[in-house]
């Protein structure tokens, strides 16, 4: 089944601990994306990449790091996170985006830092 | 700046009633728009896309938009709603969808539909 998976579902942490959520697709797609999600300001993007080894920023980077190292997985690295990086997190991942690829979401991570 | 705008918070139908959500963007180029919707603890799945050409878009579900660059506006239809449709539903504007190709969607602020029995 064509999907796009996220690892893990729910996570609770504290601030300052290291985390990685994962993100792995299973159709051979060259776009993928972050995104996080807060009430009241709906989705935003964090960082994309448009192929392996090329990464790039969203309109909220600050506080996270991405890597493609290989073309399915697309992780999302907090490397000290903070209370303000609470949110529901989205990957996303498309063939191409140019010209109007339809862009597939994760189920999502909600992430809680107390 | 580009905004994508669903006044509706929050709408509640009947059953079997008609539904139209509202979105309004602001965007200065030919826009790319979207719907999605988004079920309790899911993910986001497309409705459809407008990009060009007939401006009565139908999609998934039964559901339809309709494009009118007058009014910057993609509004979401169904003729008649049925309980599972209970969702949020976002509108969203993709930038970087031509040459600069980033692929950015801003999305509205969701609209969260209620059914009634």
């Known amino acids: 089944e064509a999907q796009v998976t996220q690892n893990p579902r729910y996570l609770i942490t504290v601030t300052g601990k290291k985390l990685t959520v994962t993100c792995s697709q299973n159709m051979n797609h060259e776009y993928m994306s972050w995104y996080r999600q807060d009430p009241g300001l709906g989705l935003r993007q964090i960082y994309y990449?448009?192929?392996?080894?090329?990464?790039d920023k969203g309109d909220v980077p600050e506080g996270y790091k991405v890597s493609r190292k290989e073309k399915r997985n697309f992780p999302l690295i907090l490397e000290s996170p903070s209370p303000n990086q609470t949110s529901l997190y989205f990957c996303a991942s498309s063939f191409q985006v140019r010209g109007g690829g339809t862009q597939y979401f994760g189920p999502g991570t909600r992430l809680t830092v107390l | 700046a580009q905004s994508v705008t669903q006044p509706d918070i929050h709408i509640t139908v009947s059953e079997g009633a008609s539904l139209e959500l509202r979105c309004n963007y602001s965007y200065g180029a030919t826009p790319y728009l979207f719907w999605y919707v988004q079920s309790p603890g899911q993910g986001l799945q497309l409705l459809l896309k407008y990009f060009s050409g007939d401006t009565l878009v139908q999609g998934i579900k039964g559901f339809e938009a309709e494009f009118k660059r007058s009014q910057s506006s993609f509004n979401l239809r169904k003729p008649s709603v049925h309980w599972s449709d209970a969702a949020e539903y976002f509108c969203?504007?993709?930038?970087?969808?031509?040459?600069?190709?980033?692929?950015?969607?801003?999305f509205g602020q969701g609209t969260t539909l209620q059914v009634k029995p």
């Open positions: 990449s448009m192929n392996v080894e090329v990464t």
């Open positions: 969203a504007v993709g930038l970087g969808y031509g040459s600069s190709n980033t692929g950015k969607l801003i």
